[in-house]
Nanobody, 127 residues
Framework: QVQLVESGGGLVQAGDSLRLSCAVS????????MGWIRQAPGKEREVVVA????????YYTDSVKGRFTISRDNARNTVYLQMNNLKPEDTAVYYC????????????????????WGQGTQVTVSS
């Protein structure tokens, strides 16, 4: 079975940076569309960033454009989320997820479309 394990979350101050990692086992990361999804208390899950199977298609939600960057290391079978200039409104549990049947060039921007999920890592940004 496909397993995803996130790491790198923590408690930081506004303006700080974090890098989240998602290690994939039981599958090949380059075969999947990958995404980072966050959920804050009382809010619905939101796809923050996503990358297509090809690696050429990348999606960012408006609130993180210019601050967050998704990347994939096929050799290490790992996907990353670099988070810069963090804001208190970024506070949430961040999940890594994989979609196994998306198109080669398309990103997956709806949380319910993802097939496999990690356990989540908490990111807390203080003022």
């Amino acid at each position: 079975q496909v397993q995803l394990v996130e790491s790198g979350g923590g408690l930081v101050q506004a303006g700080d940076s974090l890098r989240l990692s998602c290690a994939v086992s039981g599958g090949t990361v380059s075969r999947y569309a990958m995404g980072w999804i966050r959920q804050a208390p009382g809010k619905e899950r939101e796809v923050v960033v996503a990358i297509s199977r090809s690696g050429a298609g990348i999606y960012y939600t408006d609130s993180v454009k210019g601050r967050f960057t998704i990347s994939r290391d096929n050799a290490r079978n790992t996907v990353y989320l670099q988070m810069n200039n963090l804001k208190p409104e970024d506070t949430a549990v961040y999940y890594c997820a994989a979609d196994v049947d998306s198109g080669f060039l398309g990103t997956v921007v709806t949380p319910s479309e993802y097939d496999y999920w990690g356990q989540g890592t908490q990111v807390t940004v203080s003022s």
